[in-house]
T-cell receptor, first 107, second 119 residues
Framework: GQNIDQPTEMTATEGAIVQINCTYQ??????LFWYQQHAGEAPTFLSY????GLEEKGRFSSFLSRSKGYSYLLLKELQMKDSASYLC????????FGAGTTVTVRA | GAVVSQHPSWVICKSGTSVKIECRSL??????MFWYRQFPKQSLMLMAT?????????EQGVEKDKFLINHASLTLSTLTVTSAHPEDSSFYIC???????????????FGPGTRLTVL
């Protein structure tokens, strides 16, 4: 079975940093994705980790520890447009999604 | 590159009718496509895995006779919601597995979604 946990909501101020944690217990593992989803839209790809460590892409970074079943997405220099739901998803060929973390960025 | 389209974007239908949703990979071939459903304020739930030229694999609890999937070519999969009822109202999203062309492997590319409202 798949069990993927992430916080429901987070609020932060424009320009700040926010870290969204994701823990998982899955029967198979072939990588972990982070997606951003704005209301009423499909998810858009942010990052993919398959090996332990930190992947940095501009303002967004993602970390993975396979031994701990743990990942986080780090959003730096928050902008108002970053207000969205962030989905952690584990793939063992099929994607299993967490419930998503709604991030609200306030001025 | 790696664009997935869905048609229609939204549809409103009467209870008891059938609705067909198309998912196309525009610039790459996808031997595997996935269909998801998302209810308001919930995450995506995988409904089925669609493989070109073979029968779809449905997740537990998804009625295969109600949600008909056809993956007739490497760029097109269709989902037909048969005898739709109000509880089928949802956001349906497809994704295509990157295997060739402009798509990166081991990455799923999502379509824009189809919002279905059954009256």
């Amino acid at each position: 079975g798949q069990n993927i946990d992430q916080p429901t909501e987070m609020t932060a101020t424009e320009g700040a940093i926010v870290q969204i944690n994701c823990t998982y217990q899955t029967s198979g593992f072939n990588g972990l994705f982070w997606y951003q989803q704005h209301a009423g839209e499909a998810p858009t790809f942010l990052s993919y980790n398959v090996l332990d460590g930190l992947e940095e892409k501009g303002r967004f970074s993602s970390f993975l520890s396979r031994s701990k079943g743990y990942s986080y997405l780090l959003l730096k220099e928050l902008q108002m447009k970053d207000s969205a739901s962030y989905l952690c998803a584990v793939t063992d060929y099929k994607l299993s999604f967490g419930a998503g973390t709604t991030v609200t960025v306030r001025a | 590159g790696a664009v997935v389209s869905q048609h229609p974007s939204w549809v409103i239908c009467k209870s008891g009718t059938s609705v067909k949703i198309e998912c196309r990979s525009l610039d790459f071939q996808a031997t595997t496509m996935f269909w998801y459903r998302q209810f308001p304020k919930q995450s995506l739930m995988l409904m089925a895995t669609s493989n070109e030229g073979s029968k779809a694999t449905y997740e537990q609890g998804v009625e295969k006779d109600k949600f008909l999937i056809n993956h007739a070519s490497l760029t097109l999969s269709t989902l037909t919601v048969t005898s739709a009822h109000p509880e089928d109202s949802s956001f349906y999203i497809c994704s295509a597995d990157g295997t060739s062309g402009s798509a990166a492997t081991d990455t799923q590319y999502f379509g824009p979604g189809t919002r279905l409202t059954v009256l």
